[in-house]
Nanobody
Framework: QVRLAESGGGSAQAGGSLRLSCAGF??????????MAWFRQPPGEGREPVAG???????DYVDSVKGRFTISKDNAKNTLYLQMNSLKPEDTAMYYC??????????????????WGRGTQVTVSS
């Protein structure tokens, strides 16, 4: 059974940086193609996409984080990352990683993912 565990969340000031990690258990990225993504849920709002990455390394980002966030993965470590720079108060949210076996066409579609982590909180103060 595949399980995802996020870490790296915390508090930062506007303009600062944080790096999130998502460790995958029960999956082997070096042998099986997975699409993976980061989503976030601001306080009182619904879950929204942030960035996604396919098995072949191609990526997609929502416009609000382009140029500030970078998604990457280390197949050997079965770990997904999200480097967040130039943080803004509106980036405050619970951040979740998600995975789906295969090469997804629409990386940022929430319904495409069948495995989710429990989330890690990111709080950005002005």
């Amino acid at each position: 059974q595949v399980r995802l565990a996020e870490s790296g969340g915390g508090s930062a000031q506007a303009g600062g940086s944080l790096r999130l990690s998502c460790a995958g258990f029960g999956l082997t990225l070096t042998r099986t193609a997975y699409s993976m993504a980061w989503f976030r849920q601001p306080p009182g709002e619904g879950r929204e996409p942030v960035a996604g990455i396919r098995a072949d390394g191609t990526t997609d980002y929502v416009d609000s984080v382009k140029g500030r966030f970078t998604i990457s993965k280390d197949n050997a470590k079965n770990t997904l990352y999200l480097q967040m720079n130039s943080l803004k108060p509106e980036d405050t949210a619970m951040y979740y990683c998600a995975a789906r076996e295969g090469q997804l066409g629409r990386l940022l579609r929430l319904a495409n993912y069948d495995t989710w982590g429990r989330g890690t909180q990111v709080t950005v103060s002005s």
